[in-house]
């Protein structure tokens, strides 16, 4: 594990040592062997603690997350497959965090949508002067 890095995408890439780990029995099926294995795998990253990120995208992860992302797996009977999966959905995570939404400019209503709005309001209307209408006998 020593040197490894997590891929985020092309600007960025996270030490693995920069993510602490903890490993608990895994609910579910499996036997005897759920029993006696650590498979529950928790993987914990401090946003704020981290040299790698930058402040935007340190204030842009603790904006969404929070300081600490946590991220816990328990889908496979393998602790190294839940790991593996555990640090996938880590770096999608933080990938995802890390997206600055465009901004909407706004723009005017369609002359089809103001139509539309106005038959849907006629219609309305119609209805509700048909239910007050008194009944001639």
């Known amino acids: ?8 995408n092309q ?3 996270l030490p693995i040592d920069e993510i602490s780990w ?9 036997g005897q ?15 704020e603690d981290s040299p790698t990120l930058s402040d935007l995208q340190r204030q ?3 904006s969404r997350y929070g300081s600490v992302l946590r991220i816990v ?4 009977r393998s602790q190294t497959r839940n790991r593996n999966l555990a640090l996938e959905r880590l770096a ?7 997206l600055v939404p ?6 005017k209503p369609t002359r089809g949508s103001i139509e539309r709005r106005l038959t849907v309001k006629r219609n309305i209307a119609q209805k509700k002067q048909r239910r007050s209408l008194p009944e001639d006998d």
């Open 73 to 76: 797996v328990s889908d496979e």
């Open 22 to 30: 903890r490993f608990s029995g895994s609910g579910g099926p499996g």
């Open 60 to 62: 842009l992860l603790v």
């Open 1 to 8: 594990m020593e040197g490894r890095m997590l891929f985020i």
């Open 11 to 13: 600007e960025l890439s």
């Open 33 to 47: 062997h759920a029993n006696t294995a650590n498979t529950r795998v928790e993987a914990v990253f401090s946003i």
């Open 102 to 107: 465009k901004r909407r400019t706004p723009t």
């Open 92 to 98: 999608e995570r933080v990938r995802v965090g890390l």
